[in-house]
């Protein structure tokens, strides 16, 4: 077989530019010839790098001498190819240079160069001559003996570390190794590749009717693009679903990729997967070291790992043996990069399990309302789950009017009433308030001064523990002030209240209580949280003050009441999504409440209790306000009825910005003219936050009802801003399906 040797290797670069760089190959090429995938190390400007390999080629618009030599090649086999095309259909849809997105894909060992190789760790067990030696015959030497008849109740060996924690000693393993009676061997950390046997290590659960028919229609589909919508109340057993598919897909010899939101992969969840299956589950998510994370990945990408579970990113995990993508509560916003490559992991799910043809299943209580229209379309399968497993109708949401109503802490007397009902039934109360630190503000009684940040058209938070005044949008952090600075007033008040000063009010007002705060602030450490939880979850009465940490995720069975302290600030937020995103959140709070034996109530604080949206949902809940929600955004042509893209400028000059967004504005107008291309440019407008980390902030909006002519003019106006010399002074980036604006 003759291996091809191209003339020009086309490489992805660490670099803000769309486009590859070309190089000439150099040295010996590796066993299977220059191929995409394979990681080279090239001279870049002043700086060497590692770049990937995309394009082998024979020609390149430059003369092929004035290309540089790559400096060497750093992989023997290329990075797996399914990794690569994915990383070339983000760069491509989200209009992205392929370089950073590559890099951003890879895990930092292997963007440094590092090899793709799992750590090792070793293995002892017994030969067979060990397990016939009697360890009497070993009689001088009494520590061997005992480690031999130790070795001997393990079969399928004992780890190394596990064995000197016994204190035993590696010397006596030597030993024993020397005398042929045990033998050492390496297998990769993730765990050893198949350890045969039965596929679950617990029994699957009879499902009820819903479930049955759900599994049984993605069954149907194992070998084909057979996407689904999981539609299902929190508790109706979606989770059971996702593992019984998942047992279908594993018992094929294939894998399952889940993805979950970062707040959703919490021990608890990784623990039920891990409980369920006697094959490896590996985790990507944050909390991993470098290596950790390159262990996983290599579990990913050589097959050995069945099951991998992981937070957005995750979705670039290499798979040898795709069998189906599962991403639980599809919804959540954790899923949209929202800097640098701005990707939205569920669409390259889509995406993803399309390529490979294989099942997706999209699961949610509260589905996204661009997901809920592809399922009202046909293009996915609407299974719906309407029983909680545990039979008993969710909570509905209790409106509560404050107007006119005195508050304390937040919250009116009819709501401490029932806090004290619940407490005294012996039973917990969540109280969820989506602003950390003590109040929002202060501000001065006096002449209505208001903490404002220096650098941010936003107010200061104020903290009381410790006191501050803090900016959540940048870095500022001020002491507290003796006096006005406007007039001098001593008259300073908090105004409105945020997490803190919540839990100071109810800790006054129930004092027998433990009151337990959870929010950014107070989980710091990293297992703070979890120990809260677990404290919480021994079932005592308490109260758990929190931020939408607590929202998702977590079940605590024996809240029965839930406070949603203001209900109104994403409501009328003027973004577009904001109400089907704080819908979901309610309706996710709302969850928490009565999982166990006990139905639960919730109760919505708001100043407007005869809002529509909001009577809607707490009346007939979140599917009835997605259907009303998807005509409005019909009639208002927004998506999922248009696609959108939003270019957003930002520099330190408001003049420069200003003039930048103006003249691009302009050339896509005349662009979109000239080519008779169907697509709306709105703006330049200043951003929601115009100045933020001192620095001003302005978007263009581009509007679609094909996507593909949305691209079309994406990628002229990305040209035209990198062929700009303005554009180098301001800093820009295209969103392409952006989830804010
Ligand atoms: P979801 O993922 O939709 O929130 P889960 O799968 O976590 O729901 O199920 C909620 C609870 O009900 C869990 O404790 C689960 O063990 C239990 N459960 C799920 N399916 C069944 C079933 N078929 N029979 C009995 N219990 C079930
Ligand atoms: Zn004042
Ligand atoms: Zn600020």
């Known amino acids: 077989?003759?291996?091809?040797?191209?003339?020009?290797?086309?490489?992805?670069?660490?670099?803000?530019?769309?486009?590859?760089?070309?190089?000439?190959?150099?040295?010996?090429?590796?066993?299977?010839?220059?191929?995409?995938?394979?990681?080279?190390?090239?001279?870049?400007?002043?700086?060497?790098?590692?770049?990937?390999?995309?394009?082998?080629?024979?020609?390149?618009?430059?003369?092929?001498?004035?290309?540089?030599?790559?400096?060497?090649?750093?992989?023997?086999?290329?990075?797996?190819?399914?990794?690569?095309?994915?990383?070339?259909?983000?760069?491509?849809?989200?209009?992205?240079?392929?370089?950073?997105?590559?890099?951003?894909?890879?895990?930092?060992?292997?963007?440094?160069?590092?090899?793709?190789?799992?750590?090792?760790?070793?293995?002892?067990?017994?030969?067979?001559?060990?397990?016939?030696?009697?360890?009497?015959?070993?009689?001088?030497?009494?520590?061997?003996?005992?480690?031999?008849?130790?070795?001997?109740?393990?079969?399928?060996?004992?780890?190394?570390?596990?064995?000197?924690?016994?204190?035993?000693?590696?010397?006596?393993?030597?030993?024993?190794?020397?005398?042929?009676?045990?033998?050492?061997?390496?297998?990769?950390?993730?765990?050893?590749?198949?350890?045969?046997?039965?596929?679950?290590?617990?029994?699957?659960?009879?499902?009820?009717?819903?479930?049955?028919?759900?599994?049984?229609?993605?069954?149907?589909?194992?070998?084909?693009?057979?996407?689904?919508?999981?539609?299902?109340?929190?508790?109706?057993?979606?989770?059971?679903?996702?593992?019984?598919?998942?047992?279908?897909?594993?018992?094929?010899?294939?894998?399952?990729?889940?993805?979950?939101?970062?707040?959703?992969?919490?021990?608890?969840?990784?623990?039920?997967?891990?409980?369920?299956?006697?094959?490896?589950?590996?985790?990507?998510?944050?909390?991993?070291?470098?290596?950790?994370?390159?262990?996983?990945?290599?579990?990913?990408?050589?097959?050995?790992?069945?099951?991998?579970?992981?937070?957005?990113?995750?979705?670039?995990?290499?798979?040898?043996?795709?069998?189906?993508?599962?991403?639980?509560?599809?919804?959540?916003?954790?899923?949209?990069?929202?800097?640098?490559?701005?990707?939205h992991a569920r669409d390259l799910a889509v995406a993803r399990a399309h390529h490979h043809g294989i099942p997706l299943v999209l699961g949610s209580a509260t589905p996204s309302l661009e997901t809920l229209h592809r399922a009202q379309s046909g293009d996915y399968r609407h299974l719906r789950l309407t029983q909680r497993a545990s039979r008993h109708a969710p909570a509905r949401l209790e409106l509560v009017d404050l107007r006119g109503r005195p508050r304390r802490g937040g919250l009116i007397p009819p709501v401490f009433e029932a806090v004290e009902e619940t407490l005294s039934a012996g039973h917990q109360v969540l109280v969820f308030i989506n602003r950390r630190g003590f109040a929002p503000t202060l501000s001065c009684h006096a002449c209505g001064w208001l903490a404002e940040c220096d650098h941010c058209d936003a107010r200061l938070t104020l903290h009381r523990q410790p006191p501050l005044l803090a900016c959540h949008h940048c870095d500022q952090r001020r002491a507290l002030p003796d006096a006005c600075p406007d007039c001098g007033s001593a008259d300073l008040r908090p105004l409105g209240s945020g997490t803190e000063r919540t839990e100071e009010t109810l800790a006054e007002r129930f004092p027998d209580v433990p009151v337990h705060r959870i929010d950014r602030d107070s989980t710091r450490r990293r297992d703070a949280l979890e120990q809260t939880l677990t404290e919480v979850r021994r079932g005592e009465p308490c109260l758990l003050v929190g931020t939408q940490m607590l929202a998702k995720g977590h079940h605590l069975p024996h809240v029965t009441l839930v406070v949603v302290v203001n209900a109104d600030a994403g409501l009328y937020a003027s973004d577009f999504r904001a109400l089907e995103h704080s819908a979901q959140l309610l309706e996710q709070v709302a969850g928490r409440a009565g999982r166990a034996a006990h139905p639960g109530r919730v109760l919505v604080q708001t100043m407007h209790a005869d809002d529509p949206h909001l009577r809607l949902l707490s009346a007939r809940g979140y599917d009835a306000l997605a259907e009303q929600l998807l005509e409005e955004r019909r009639v208002a042509a927004l998506p999922p009825f248009r696609f959108l893209a939003l270019l957003r400028l930002e520099g330190a000059q408001e003049a420069a910005v200003t003039e930048l967004g103006g003249r691009a504005a302009e050339a896509l107008r005349e662009h979109l003219r000239a080519r008779e291309l169907d697509v709306d440019c709105l703006g330049p407008v200043p951003a929601p936050m115009e100045r933020r980390q001192n620095r001003y902030h302005l978007q263009l909006m581009l509007s679609a009802g094909k996507r593909s002519r949305l691209h079309e003019a994406g990628a002229w106006l990305t040209a035209w801003l990198e062929a700009e010399p303005a554009a180098r002074r301001v800093r820009w980036s295209l969103d392409i399906d952006p989830q804010t604006l």
């Open 1 to 343: 077989m003759s291996v091809s040797s191209p003339a020009v290797l086309g490489i992805a670069v660490p670099s803000p530019l769309r486009r590859l760089f070309d190089y000439r190959p150099a040295g010996a090429p590796p066993e299977g010839g220059w191929q995409p995938g394979l990681r080279v190390r090239v001279p870049f400007g002043p700086r060497r790098v590692v770049g990937v390999v995309v394009e082998c080629r024979d020609d390149s618009d430059l003369p092929l001498a004035k290309l540089k030599p790559i400096e060497d090649r750093l992989d023997d086999a290329p990075l797996p190819a399914d990794w690569l095309w994915l990383c070339r259909f983000t760069a491509r849809y989200y209009q992205h240079a392929p370089g950073d997105t590559l890099h951003q894909a890879l895990p930092a060992l292997l963007r440094q160069g590092r090899a793709l190789e799992a750590r090792t760790r070793e293995r002892w067990r017994v030969t067979e001559a060990g397990a016939d030696e009697t360890p009497e015959s070993l009689g001088r030497a009494p520590r061997q003996a005992e480690l031999l008849t130790m070795l001997r109740q393990h079969p399928q060996g004992m780890l190394a570390q596990a064995i000197l924690a016994q204190s035993f000693t590696r010397p006596q393993l030597q030993a024993l190794e020397r005398k042929g009676l045990v033998a050492r061997r390496e297998e990769p950390r993730t765990g050893p590749a198949d350890a045969g046997g039965p596929l679950l290590a617990e029994p699957v659960l009879p499902l009820n009717r819903e479930q049955a028919t759900a599994l049984a229609a993605l069954h149907e589909g194992l070998d084909a693009y057979h996407p689904c919508l999981l539609h299902g109340v929190t508790g109706s057993g979606k989770t059971e679903v996702y593992l019984q598919l998942i047992e279908a897909v594993v018992g094929r010899g294939r894998q399952a990729l889940v993805l979950v939101p970062e707040i959703g992969l919490t021990p608890q969840t990784l623990a039920r997967f891990k409980r369920r299956f006697r094959v490896p589950v590996v985790a990507l998510h944050s909390g991993l070291t470098d290596h950790e994370r390159l262990d996983a990945w290599e579990a990913a990408a050589s097959g050995r790992a069945p099951i991998v579970i992981g937070t957005r990113s995750a979705i670039f995990t290499p798979l040898a043996a795709p069998g189906a993508i599962i991403v639980d509560e599809e919804h959540d916003g954790s899923f949209k990069q929202q800097e640098g490559l701005r990707y």
